[in-house]
Nanobody, 124 residues
Framework: VQLQASGGGLVQAGGSLRLSCAAS????????MGWFRQAPGKEREFVAA????????YYADSVKGRFTISRDSSKNTMYLQMNSLRPDDTAIYYC??????????????????WGQGTQVTVSS
């Protein structure tokens, strides 16, 4: 699957952004999907994930209650609604996909397909 992330930008602290991740092909529904981010000088970290059927959702503690992940199978697209943004949310955000054996906790799963990333900058 090929992934294309979009929707990043510059926003003030407290503001909102919605990221989108468009997937190619007709197998979108067979992939677990996730968002990750990498800030300057830091390792890439997990942000949120949604299981292929949409029945289970996982969040990093740092974004829980502020970010919402969703997916629309009719559009082959995953979203990340980000509210109450903070300067420490500044990072390049990547969408990712995985397909394979069931993994009980997507926060620890390996994702094999990655999009190109979109920059999110939150000013104070």
């Amino acid at each position: 699957v090929q992934l294309q992330a979009s929707g990043g930008g510059l926003v003030q602290a407290g503001g909102s952004l919605r990221l989108s991740c468009a997937a190619s092909g007709r197998t979108f529904n067979t992939y677990d999907m996730g968002w990750f981010r990498q800030a300057p000088g830091k390792e890439r970290e997990f942000v949120a994930a949604i299981r292929l059927g949409g029945g289970s959702i996982y969040y990093a503690d740092s974004v829980k209650g502020r970010f919402t992940i969703s997916r629309d199978s009719s559009k082959n697209t995953m979203y990340l609604q980000m509210n109450s943004l903070r300067p420490d949310d500044t990072a390049i955000y990547y969408c990712a996909a995985r397909r394979g054996p069931y993994y009980s906790d997507l926060r620890k799963a390996d994702f094999g397909s990655w999009g190109q990333g979109t920059q999110v900058t939150v000013s104070s």
